[in-house]
């Protein structure tokens, strides 16, 4: 039998960035013959849980896809709901995460949130910002082409101001406008639901992340499933376009 040390001698590294697409809250609940916003509320308990998880491992990065910009086309009363949940979490979770040591950042188009929400997620940024055992960024109101869009506006300025030359715009430079500017490009997205898209999350970040498509639905994902998922994730072999 291996000693506890060699065990984790063997144990590679967690992959430093974690992405999650937190898909099936509704085809959990109307499975169950429950309203979809039931799913919803199950589903932020799995945040807690997957965020404990998360620490656990060593993840340093974890990024929650919460509410894309097309899930504005949803019904009122489901959004209405789902933005009710967010307040609920963010009033009642900021202080344990904080007390946890997670620093929590927000991705999106805050303009198109409702004012109360943006002062929470400003206080939770900045009431945690010292925080290191887990950065958690969560996506809301989030669309890949509309941050790239926002990014190409704002390089073109600072060309047309002479700030920048068209010349030195490079890779680096385009990161640097997104909005998860200075922090690593994912290692592993996870999408829960068995769908296997993308959905307009992350698109310039996921270049050469590993993809896991798991059948569970984000309310009965657990602790093991990513456990499970980074094992998968060790599987694989990252070759970014070299030979093996
Ligand atoms: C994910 O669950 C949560 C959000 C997109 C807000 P869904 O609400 O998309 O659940 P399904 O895909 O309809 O089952
Ligand atoms: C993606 O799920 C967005 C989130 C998980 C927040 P959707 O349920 O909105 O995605 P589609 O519509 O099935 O692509
Ligand atoms: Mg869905």
Same mark, same amino acid.
């Given at each position: 039998m291996k000693s506890v040390?060699? %065990?984790?001698?063997?144990?590679?590294?967690?992959?430093?960035? @974690? =992405?999650?697409?937190?898909?099936?809250?509704?085809r959990w609940a109307q499975g169950r013959g429950r309203s979809r916003i039931e799913g919803h509320r199950r589903g932020m308990e799995t945040v807690r849980e997957v965020v404990k998880g998360s620490?656990?491992?060593g993840v340093e990065y974890l990024t929650l896809y919460g509410f894309s910009i097309e899930n504005w086309k949803r019904p009122a009363a489901e959004i209405s709901s789902l933005m009710g949940l967010l307040r609920l979490y %963010?009033?009642?979770?900021?202080? =344990?995460? +904080?007390?946890?040591? @997670?620093?929590?950042?927000?991705?999106?188009?805050?303009?198109?949130?409702a004012d109360d929400i943006v002062s929470l997620i400003e206080e939770a940024e900045e009431q945690t910002k010292g925080n290191t055992a887990l950065n958690l960024v969560v996506a809301l109101s989030y669309g890949a082409r509309q941050?790239?869009?926002a990014a190409v506006q704002s390089v073109a300025r600072r060309v047309a101001s002479g700030e920048?030359?068209?010349s030195t715009i490079d890779e680096t430079v385009i990161s640097q406008h997104l909005e998860? =500017?200075?922090?690593p490009d994912p290692d592993l997205v996870i999408r829960t639901s068995g769908e296997q898209r993308i959905s307009n999350f992350l698109l310039w970040q996921v270049a050469y992340a590993e993809l896991v498509f798991i059948d569970t639905l984000w309310p009965d994902f657990s602790q093991?499933?990513?456990? +499970? =998922?980074?094992?998968?994730?060790?599987?694989?072999?990252?070759r970014y376009g070299a030979t093996g």
């Open positions: 040390s060699s %065990l984790r001698e063997t144990t590679p590294p967690p992959p430093v960035h @974690v =992405a999650i697409i937190m898909d099936g809250n509704g620490i656990e491992l %963010l009033r009642q979770e900021i202080k =344990a995460l +904080d007390q946890r040591g @997670v620093r929590m950042r927000f991705i999106g188009q805050r303009p198109l949130l941050e790239i869009t920048l030359d068209d998860t =500017a200075g922090m093991e499933d990513l456990r +499970d =998922a980074i094992n998968e994730y060790h599987r694989r072999d990252r």
